[in-house]
Protein backbone atom coordinates (compact mmCIF):
# COMPACT_ATOMS: atom_id res chain seq x y z
CA UNK A 1 0.00 0.00 0.00
CA UNK A 2 1.38 3.57 -1.10
CA UNK A 3 -0.34 6.41 0.39
CA UNK A 4 -0.26 10.03 1.41
CA UNK A 5 -3.32 12.34 3.35
CA UNK A 6 -6.35 12.52 1.36
CA UNK A 7 -6.67 16.11 0.84
CA UNK A 8 -3.26 17.10 -0.60
CA UNK A 9 -3.30 20.50 -1.59
CA UNK A 10 -6.15 21.39 -0.23
CA UNK A 11 -5.19 20.53 3.38
CA UNK A 12 -4.32 24.13 3.89
CA UNK A 13 -6.71 24.36 7.28
CA UNK A 14 -4.59 21.73 8.99
CA UNK A 15 -0.78 20.27 8.60
CA UNK A 16 -0.46 17.17 6.30
CA UNK A 17 1.83 14.91 6.55
CA UNK A 18 2.24 14.84 2.52
CA UNK A 19 2.71 18.89 3.25
CA UNK A 20 5.26 17.99 5.99
CA UNK A 21 7.03 15.61 3.66
CA UNK A 22 7.42 18.06 0.91
CA UNK A 23 8.50 20.49 2.89
CA UNK A 24 11.54 18.22 3.90
CA UNK A 25 12.48 16.70 0.77
CA UNK A 26 10.90 19.35 -2.20
CA UNK A 27 8.87 16.58 -4.02
CA UNK A 28 6.59 14.16 -2.60
CA UNK A 29 7.63 11.57 -0.66
CA UNK A 30 5.28 8.56 -0.36
CA UNK A 31 5.13 5.61 2.46
CA UNK A 32 5.37 2.15 1.47
CA UNK A 33 3.49 0.29 3.66
CA UNK A 34 4.84 -2.63 5.04
CA UNK A 35 3.70 -6.58 6.56
CA UNK A 36 6.28 -8.04 8.95
CA UNK A 37 4.92 -10.82 10.39
CA UNK A 38 5.58 -9.72 14.05
CA UNK A 39 3.56 -10.14 17.27
CA UNK A 40 3.05 -7.87 20.71
CA UNK A 41 3.33 -9.07 24.54
CA UNK A 42 -0.34 -8.50 24.73
CA UNK A 43 -0.89 -11.02 22.00
CA UNK A 44 1.86 -13.94 22.85
CA UNK A 45 1.68 -14.53 26.37
CA UNK A 46 4.40 -12.15 28.06
CA UNK A 47 1.18 -9.81 28.98
CA UNK A 48 -1.88 -11.19 27.83
CA UNK A 49 -3.38 -12.79 24.98
CA UNK A 50 -5.63 -12.18 21.71
CA UNK A 51 -3.98 -8.75 21.33
CA UNK A 52 -6.15 -5.58 21.71
CA UNK A 53 -9.77 -6.29 21.31
CA UNK A 54 -10.04 -3.69 17.34
CA UNK A 55 -6.72 -5.57 15.86
CA UNK A 56 -7.43 -8.21 13.59
CA UNK A 57 -4.64 -11.36 13.48
CA UNK A 58 -2.60 -9.91 10.90
CA UNK A 59 -2.10 -6.71 13.10
CA UNK A 60 -2.73 -2.96 11.59
CA UNK A 61 -0.96 -4.16 8.64
CA UNK A 62 -2.11 -7.07 5.81
CA UNK A 63 -0.86 -10.52 5.20
CA UNK A 64 1.57 -11.80 2.90
CA UNK A 65 4.09 -14.44 2.05
CA UNK A 66 6.62 -12.00 0.81
CA UNK A 67 9.84 -10.66 2.25
CA UNK A 68 10.44 -7.51 2.71
CA UNK A 69 12.91 -7.13 0.26
CA UNK A 70 9.99 -8.59 -1.91
CA UNK A 71 7.17 -6.11 -0.99
CA UNK A 72 9.10 -3.31 -1.65
CA UNK A 73 11.00 -4.17 -4.98
CA UNK A 74 7.31 -4.66 -5.99
CA UNK A 75 5.94 -1.62 -4.99
CA UNK A 76 8.83 0.38 -6.89
CA UNK A 77 7.92 -1.94 -10.00
CA UNK A 78 4.93 -0.81 -9.84
CA UNK A 79 4.15 2.28 -8.98
CA UNK A 80 4.13 5.05 -11.19
CA UNK A 81 4.46 8.73 -9.20
CA UNK A 82 7.17 8.76 -6.93
CA UNK A 83 10.75 9.03 -6.52
CA UNK A 84 11.14 8.75 -3.12
CA UNK A 85 10.18 7.08 -0.26
CA UNK A 86 9.38 5.94 3.04
CA UNK A 87 9.55 2.38 4.22
CA UNK A 88 7.00 1.44 6.55
CA UNK A 89 7.37 -1.27 9.10
CA UNK A 90 3.64 -1.09 10.19
CA UNK A 91 2.05 -4.40 11.30
CA UNK A 92 2.55 -5.39 15.19
CA UNK A 93 5.02 -4.04 17.55
CA UNK A 94 8.20 -4.01 15.02
CA UNK A 95 10.70 -3.33 18.07
CA UNK A 96 9.61 -6.36 19.89
CA UNK A 97 11.46 -9.47 19.65
CA UNK A 98 12.92 -8.87 16.38
CA UNK A 99 15.44 -6.60 16.96
CA UNK A 100 17.81 -8.53 14.87
CA UNK A 101 15.75 -9.24 12.20
CA UNK A 102 14.42 -5.21 12.05
CA UNK A 103 17.93 -4.76 11.99
CA UNK A 104 18.64 -6.77 8.97
CA UNK A 105 15.65 -5.04 7.24
CA UNK A 106 16.97 -1.69 7.69
CA UNK A 107 20.26 -2.62 6.65
CA UNK A 108 19.13 -4.15 3.44
CA UNK A 109 16.86 -1.08 2.90
CA UNK A 110 20.32 1.29 2.65
CA UNK A 111 21.23 -0.13 -0.44
CA UNK A 112 17.72 0.94 -2.14
CA UNK A 113 18.49 4.78 -3.98
CA UNK A 114 14.76 5.88 -3.63
CA UNK A 115 14.32 4.59 0.14
CA UNK A 116 14.93 7.92 1.95
CA UNK A 117 12.92 7.53 5.24
CA UNK A 118 12.63 4.62 7.69
CA UNK A 119 9.05 4.42 9.68
CA UNK A 120 8.65 1.84 12.66
CA UNK A 121 5.30 1.39 14.49
CA UNK A 122 5.74 0.48 17.95
CA UNK A 123 3.95 -0.29 21.57
CA UNK A 124 5.51 2.23 23.83
CA UNK A 125 6.21 -0.22 25.95
CA UNK A 126 8.49 -2.38 23.54
CA UNK A 127 10.98 0.28 22.56
CA UNK A 128 14.33 -0.90 22.47
CA UNK A 129 17.63 1.35 23.09
CA UNK A 130 19.71 -1.17 21.22
CA UNK A 131 17.59 -0.18 18.48
CA UNK A 132 17.54 3.50 19.04
CA UNK A 133 21.22 3.15 19.02
CA UNK A 134 21.00 2.06 15.63
CA UNK A 135 18.44 3.91 14.47
CA UNK A 136 20.93 6.93 15.65
CA UNK A 137 23.77 5.32 13.64
CA UNK A 138 21.24 5.42 10.27
CA UNK A 139 19.87 8.80 11.01
CA UNK A 140 22.42 10.04 8.58
CA UNK A 141 20.81 7.65 5.66
CA UNK A 142 17.91 7.95 6.49
CA UNK A 143 14.74 10.14 7.67
CA UNK A 144 13.83 8.22 11.07
CA UNK A 145 10.25 7.95 12.17
CA UNK A 146 8.70 5.93 15.20
CA UNK A 147 5.31 6.07 15.17
CA UNK A 148 3.85 4.46 18.93
CA UNK A 149 0.42 3.71 19.83
CA UNK A 150 -1.55 5.71 22.51
CA UNK A 151 -4.38 4.72 21.44
CA UNK A 152 -5.87 6.83 24.60
CA UNK A 153 -4.75 8.40 27.38
CA UNK A 154 -7.43 6.79 30.04
CA UNK A 155 -5.86 3.69 31.66
CA UNK A 156 -9.40 2.51 32.37
CA UNK A 157 -10.07 2.38 28.67
CA UNK A 158 -6.75 0.78 28.20
CA UNK A 159 -7.65 -2.03 30.45
CA UNK A 160 -10.89 -2.32 28.36
CA UNK A 161 -9.36 -2.80 24.85
CA UNK A 162 -6.77 -5.34 26.36
CA UNK A 163 -3.71 -2.86 25.49
CA UNK A 164 -1.98 -4.27 28.66
CA UNK A 165 -0.13 -1.26 28.94
CA UNK A 166 -0.53 2.24 31.05
CA UNK A 167 -0.63 5.91 28.83
CA UNK A 168 2.35 6.99 30.97
CA UNK A 169 4.59 5.12 28.66
CA UNK A 170 4.14 7.01 25.93
CA UNK A 171 5.44 9.61 28.01
CA UNK A 172 8.40 7.58 28.96
CA UNK A 173 8.96 6.36 25.43
CA UNK A 174 9.01 9.79 23.69
CA UNK A 175 11.66 10.90 26.22
CA UNK A 176 13.76 7.83 25.68
CA UNK A 177 13.25 8.30 21.86
CA UNK A 178 14.43 11.93 21.78
CA UNK A 179 17.38 11.78 24.12
CA UNK A 180 18.72 9.08 21.84
CA UNK A 181 17.80 10.31 18.80
CA UNK A 182 16.88 14.64 18.73
CA UNK A 183 16.51 14.86 15.12
CA UNK A 184 14.17 11.82 14.93
CA UNK A 185 10.35 12.18 13.84
CA UNK A 186 7.77 10.86 16.44
CA UNK A 187 4.65 10.24 15.46
CA UNK A 188 1.49 9.29 18.19
CA UNK A 189 -1.24 7.25 17.09
CA UNK A 190 -4.66 7.86 19.04
CA UNK A 191 -8.13 5.99 18.25
CA UNK A 192 -11.38 8.42 18.08
CA UNK A 193 -15.18 6.08 19.50
CA UNK A 194 -13.32 3.53 21.78
CA UNK A 195 -15.83 1.77 23.96
CA UNK A 196 -17.37 3.81 26.81
CA UNK A 197 -15.21 7.26 25.75
CA UNK A 198 -16.58 10.59 24.97
CA UNK A 199 -15.35 13.61 23.61
CA UNK A 200 -14.02 14.45 26.84
CA UNK A 201 -11.46 11.44 26.82
CA UNK A 202 -10.80 12.50 23.25
CA UNK A 203 -9.40 15.50 24.16
CA UNK A 204 -7.61 14.53 26.88
CA UNK A 205 -5.99 12.15 24.43
CA UNK A 206 -5.21 14.83 22.44
CA UNK A 207 -3.67 17.10 25.12
CA UNK A 208 -1.69 13.65 27.00
CA UNK A 209 -0.15 13.96 23.15
CA UNK A 210 1.02 17.50 23.72
CA UNK A 211 2.60 16.74 26.48
CA UNK A 212 5.23 15.22 25.21
CA UNK A 213 8.42 15.44 22.29
CA UNK A 214 5.92 13.97 19.64
CA UNK A 215 5.90 15.72 16.28
CA UNK A 216 2.82 14.11 14.91
CA UNK A 217 -0.39 12.86 15.68
CA UNK A 218 -2.40 10.21 13.91
CA UNK A 219 -6.06 9.77 13.76
CA UNK A 220 -7.95 6.84 13.53
CA UNK A 221 -11.83 6.14 13.86
CA UNK A 222 -13.36 2.63 15.47
CA UNK A 223 -13.58 0.58 13.32
CA UNK A 224 -14.88 -3.39 13.30
CA UNK A 225 -13.20 -6.74 11.82
CA UNK A 226 -14.55 -9.84 11.70
CA UNK A 227 -11.53 -11.62 12.90
CA UNK A 228 -11.23 -8.83 16.28
CA UNK A 229 -12.33 -9.93 19.65
CA UNK A 230 -14.20 -6.59 19.56
CA UNK A 231 -16.84 -8.14 16.74
CA UNK A 232 -18.76 -10.17 19.38
CA UNK A 233 -19.14 -7.14 21.33
CA UNK A 234 -20.04 -5.19 18.47
CA UNK A 235 -22.81 -8.36 17.11
CA UNK A 236 -24.39 -7.88 20.49
CA UNK A 237 -25.15 -4.15 20.60
CA UNK A 238 -22.52 -3.55 22.95
CA UNK A 239 -20.72 -1.47 21.08
CA UNK A 240 -21.51 1.88 19.43
CA UNK A 241 -19.56 3.10 16.28
CA UNK A 242 -19.51 7.04 15.43
CA UNK A 243 -21.49 8.28 11.96
CA UNK A 244 -18.98 9.95 9.70
CA UNK A 245 -20.57 13.68 10.77
CA UNK A 246 -20.02 12.85 14.03
CA UNK A 247 -16.22 12.04 13.52
CA UNK A 248 -15.72 14.26 11.06
CA UNK A 249 -17.06 17.63 13.61
CA UNK A 250 -14.68 15.57 16.55
CA UNK A 251 -11.98 15.64 14.62
CA UNK A 252 -12.13 19.36 14.16
CA UNK A 253 -13.38 20.49 17.31
CA UNK A 254 -10.34 18.72 18.34
CA UNK A 255 -7.33 20.14 15.46
CA UNK A 256 -8.45 23.38 17.17
CA UNK A 257 -6.61 22.38 20.19
CA UNK A 258 -3.73 21.36 18.18
CA UNK A 259 -0.57 23.81 17.82
CA UNK A 260 0.31 24.66 14.07
CA UNK A 261 3.17 23.09 13.86
CA UNK A 262 1.67 19.62 14.80
CA UNK A 263 1.85 17.67 11.89
CA UNK A 264 -1.59 15.82 11.28
CA UNK A 265 -0.13 12.26 9.51
CA UNK A 266 -3.71 10.72 9.06
CA UNK A 267 -7.45 11.80 9.89
CA UNK A 268 -9.05 8.78 9.96
CA UNK A 269 -8.30 4.82 9.24
CA UNK A 270 -8.31 3.10 6.03
CA UNK A 271 -8.89 -0.66 5.80
CA UNK A 272 -9.18 -3.41 2.85
CA UNK A 273 -12.99 -3.77 1.71
CA UNK A 274 -13.01 -7.78 2.46
CA UNK A 275 -12.04 -7.06 6.22
CA UNK A 276 -14.00 -4.49 6.84
CA UNK A 277 -17.59 -5.21 8.68
CA UNK A 278 -18.66 -1.57 10.00
CA UNK A 279 -19.03 1.39 9.40
CA UNK A 280 -19.09 1.44 5.98
CA UNK A 281 -17.98 4.92 5.82
CA UNK A 282 -14.10 3.65 6.37
CA UNK A 283 -14.60 3.38 2.50
CA UNK A 284 -16.41 6.32 1.65
CA UNK A 285 -14.04 7.87 -0.74
CA UNK A 286 -15.88 11.63 -0.83
CA UNK A 287 -14.98 11.34 2.72
CA UNK A 288 -12.22 14.21 2.66
CA UNK A 289 -14.75 16.60 0.60
CA UNK A 290 -17.15 16.18 3.28
CA UNK A 291 -14.79 17.10 5.66
CA UNK A 292 -13.26 20.23 3.93
CA UNK A 293 -16.69 21.38 3.50
CA UNK A 294 -17.82 20.90 6.87
CA UNK A 295 -14.16 22.45 7.98
CA UNK A 296 -15.27 25.65 5.71
CA UNK A 297 -18.66 25.90 6.77
CA UNK A 298 -17.38 25.94 10.54
CA UNK A 299 -14.31 28.10 9.93
CA UNK A 300 -12.09 25.58 11.65
CA UNK A 301 -8.62 25.69 11.34
CA UNK A 302 -5.36 23.96 13.22
CA UNK A 303 -4.34 25.80 16.35
CA UNK A 304 -7.04 28.41 16.16
CA UNK A 305 -7.28 27.74 19.72
CA UNK A 306 -4.08 30.13 20.10
CA UNK A 307 -5.24 32.15 18.56
CA UNK A 308 -3.47 31.53 15.14
CA UNK A 309 -4.36 33.06 11.83
CA UNK A 310 -5.28 30.86 8.79
CA UNK A 311 -5.10 33.27 5.00
CA UNK A 312 -5.55 30.32 2.62
CA UNK A 313 -7.39 27.97 4.16
CA UNK A 314 -10.16 27.27 2.26
CA UNK A 315 -8.38 27.78 -1.16
CA UNK A 316 -9.55 25.22 -3.62
Known amino acids: ?29 YKISLATGG ?7 TKGYGGCIYCSSFGSG ?5 SVKEQVDFFLSNVKKGKKFIAYFQSFSNMYKN ?4 IEQIEMLTSYEKIVGISIATRPDTVD ?15 IQIELGLESSNDITLQKINRKDESKN ?30 YDFENSVKFFL ?24 ENGRVKLLSEMEYIDIFLEL ?10 HRVKSSMIPVNLVAPLWTMDRFFYEKLFKRAKEKRIFQGMHYGNNCFNCWEE
Open 255 to 264: LKIIPSDKII
Open 211 to 234: LSKSDGIKFHHLYIVRDALIYRQF
Open 62 to 66: KETSK
Open 1 to 29: MIYQDGLGIRSNFYYSYSKFLKEKFKEDV
Open 39 to 45: TCPNRDG
Open 99 to 102: KSWL
Open 129 to 143: DEILDYLKEKSSRFF
Open 170 to 199: FLVSCERIREKIPESHIVAHIIIGLPDENF
